[in-house]
């Protein structure tokens, strides 16, 4: 089943399968070393959904729901 990483219940871990978006806004997801099958663990979702607090690769990200909307995962 695919969703997006803004669908993550808080406290899960999910594998990255694609990133969908264009240009510059995929371009810094994958700066930020979000990429094709890296894992990601979604520590916290602000009450209004935004921001979503993620561990990946070892550090803390904030990431903007618009963001975590285009990043697939399983």
Known sequence: MMKTLREVACGQTVR???LSGEGPVKRRIMDMGITKGIEVFVR???????P???TVRGYELS???ADAEMILVE
């Open 44 to 50: 916290k979702v602000a009450p209004l959904g935004d």
């Open 63 to 65: 990431l903007r729901k």
């Open 52 to 54: 979503v607090e993620i």
């Open 16 to 18: 990255v399968t694609k």
